[in-house]
Nanobody, 120 residues
Framework: QVQLVESGGGLVQAGGSLRLSCAASGNIFSINRMAWYRQAPGKPRDLVAA???????NYLDSVKGRFTISRDSAKNTVHLQMNSLRPEDTAVYYC??????????????WGQGTQVTVSS
């Protein structure tokens, strides 16, 4: 089992910045992908940014150039630096990781979510 604990959400004005962090703990063998998703009320959960163990990243088109995902593999942490925030970025942000055990079986884990609210 892996536990994910997020931090860093809050209220910010449009144009401001926030940094989200997520720390994974527990019985970890190998985490090969960490990501941030977000979900606004009445909308589906969308992938915002992801990073693999090799450092490859991908982003939601609307956040490219504004958000940066980074990872400290030694500490099993992932960060999301969010700049130039817009009201449409308002959502609950969820940390996700895909862990692979010694038998190469993959498991998905989610954090509890952290609220990000951007005021206009």
């Amino acid at each position: 089992q892996v536990q994910l604990v997020e931090s860093g959400g809050g209220l910010v004005q449009a144009g401001g910045s926030l940094r989200l962090s997520c720390a994974a703990s527990g019985n970890i063998f190998s985490i090969n992908r960490m990501a941030w998703y977000r979900q606004a009320p009445g909308k589906p959960r969308d992938l915002v940014a992801a990073i693999t163990s090799g450092g490859a990243t991908n982003y939601l088109d609307s956040v490219k150039g504004r958000f940066t995902i980074s990872r400290d593999s030694a500490k099993n942490t992932v960060h999301l630096q969010m700049n130039s925030l817009r009201p449409e970025d308002t959502a609950v942000y969820y940390c996700h990781c895909r862990e692979r055990d010694k038998n190469l079986v993959s498991y998905d884990y989610w954090g509890q979510g952290t609220q990000v609210t951007v005021s206009s």
